[in-house]
């Protein structure tokens, strides 16, 4: 199993910048790719972006150019530096993690709001 741990949401003024950090602890050996998610009260959770074993990232449309993944191995953690933020960016955000053999498990972090507002 992966603990996964979130911080850094906030409250910000639109343009502002935030960026969270994700920690996991664990079998952590067995990820093969983390993610961000999002999710607003009654809607389905959003993809954000993720990052792969090999470093590749990828990105939703609706953030492209302003938000940015990365990893640093040594810390075990990634991260999503989100820049120009927007009203529409308001939500949970949560870290998770595709582990284990297969790469079929999945675990997730409790969540951090991030709010955009003026």
């Known amino acids: 199993q992966v603990q996964l741990t979130e911080s850094g949401g906030g409250a910000v003024q639109p343009g502002g910048s935030l960026k969270l950090s994700c920690v996991a602890s664990?079998?952590?050996?067995?990820?093969?790719?983390q993610m961000w998610y999002r999710q607003t009260r009654g809607e389905e959770r959003e993809l954000v972006a993720s990052?792969?074993?090999?470093?590749?990232?990828r990105y939703a449309d609706s953030v492209k150019g302003r938000f940015s993944i990365s990893r640093d191995r040594a810390e075990k953690a990634i991260y999503l530096q989100m820049n120009n933020l927007q009203i529409d960016d308001t939500a949970v955000y949560y870290c998770?993690?595709?582990?284990?053999?297969?790469?079929?498990?999945?675990?997730w972090g409790q969540g951090t709001q991030v709010t955009v507002s003026s």
């Open positions: 664990g079998a952590t050996y067995t990820i093969c790719a």
């Open positions: 998770a993690a595709l582990h284990g053999v297969d790469c079929s498990k999945g675990d």
């Open positions: 990052i792969s074993r090999e470093g590749v990232t």
